[in-house]
């Protein structure tokens, strides 16, 4: 025997401090948290530093970054990239690259997937 019952399920989630960097994402800008302590620039954020400090602040970043590195999977181009002004490397998507590109700049992602896509620029 076999019961077929529809379940539909809406929930809210909340991201607390890492809203703000999310919002900055969908809006086309990079927001990185700033250690008070040793001064180490996270992209993407950190709540916590690597050097244990919970104190920091939000900063604006260029939204410019340079590849170091890039993979090509079946879901489209990937790279390891630093951003202008971070202490840390990120992935992020890449979005209209032939593969000589050096740079690229934050674009604007969908509010409701909010994700980290670089196009290419020639700004350094």
Do not use: H, R
């Amino acid at each position: 025997m076999k019961i077929s019952k529809k379940i539909e399920l809406n929930y809210n989630i909340s991201f607390g401090k890492m809203s703000k960097w999310l919002t900055g994402l969908t809006e086309g800008f990079a927001l990185a948290l700033k250690c008070s302590l040793c001064e180490k620039v996270s992209f993407p954020p950190q709540k916590i530093c690597t050097c244990g400090s919970y104190k920091n602040s939000w900063i604006k970043l260029s939204g410019v970054a340079e590849i170091v590195t890039i993979t090509s999977g079946l879901d489209g181009n990937y790279g390891l990239v630093k951003f202008e002004g971070a202490s840390t490397l990120t992935v992020v998507k890449l979005n209209n690259f032939k593969g000589t590109e050096t740079f690229g700049k934050i674009l604007k992602s969908s509010s409701q997937n909010p994700s980290i896509i670089i196009t290419p620029t020639e700004v350094k």
